[in-house]
């Protein structure tokens, strides 16, 4: 893989996280999927993501000839259910699994005084506090984008990113969905963003 097909992959696999996480699914997004547009790694990555996507394949699978409406219908109801509630089993905020209590009570904060340091805003369609799950993955997507570009002054700002959020939660909060529900969408949505998580933190570790 070359440089421009391996960034290719990263901001693809971020949008696949983003689209998974951010609100219920998207029609489009649902049909993207079942029409086999979101391309999956022939290679191996690593043990999560490699896991992610053979869920994924058998999400695909078993949803085989059925309207992408009636599929939409059923993953909005499951992330209802698991990520809205009420009282809903899993929150995707990093506030809600940081244990440190010098994090606690600054920490929303200390997330968007990161985005501020790099030049990013998230996007007014999000309607989730700065911590959550689809906006620091779109925090990322925005430095990869700038990496791609050729600014690898945003590599630090990712090696930064990783250690004080990202690394701080996101495998609990995919064994916590892992746990929750049996829907292979977002049993392997869990499963890639973990992995993903991994790669970015393994590839921004050759680069700073």
Not at 42 to 48: D, H, I, Q, R, T
Not at 185 to 205: K, P, T
Request: hydrophobic share 40%; aromatic share 12%.
């Amino acid at each position: 893989m070359d440089e421009r097909q391996l960034y290719d992959a990263r901001i693809e696999l971020l949008d696949y996280a983003i689209d998974t996480f951010w609100d219920t699914p998207r029609e489009s997004f649902v049909a993207n999927l079942l029409e086999g547009e979101i391309r999956i790694p022939g290679e191996e990555v690593n043990p999560a993501m490699d896991e992610g996507f053979a869920q994924l394949e058998r999400f695909v699978e078993a949803n085989e000839g059925r309207s992408v409406e009636d599929v939409q219908d059923e993953l909005a109801t499951e992330f209802t259910r698991v990520f809205v509630g009420p009282r809903p089993p899993v929150l995707a905020h990093e506030t809600y699994y940081r244990e440190d209590e010098d994090f606690l009570g600054e920490g929303l904060a200390a997330v968007s005084a990161s985005y501020a340091a790099a030049g990013w805003s998230p996007p007014e369609a999000y309607p989730e506090e700065d911590d959550h799950l689809a906006v620091e993955l779109s925090f990322l997507r925005y430095l990869v984008d700038r990496q791609r570009a050729g600014d690898e002054e945003t590599f630090g700002y990712e090696r930064v990113f990783l250690d004080e959020h990202l690394l701080h939660w996101v495998d609990a909060f995919a064994e916590d969905v892992l746990d929750e529900t049996d829907e292979p969408f977002y049993r392997a949505g869990a499963n890639v963003v973990a992995g993903l998580a991994e790669f970015e933190d393994e590839l921004v570790a050759q680069m700073v």
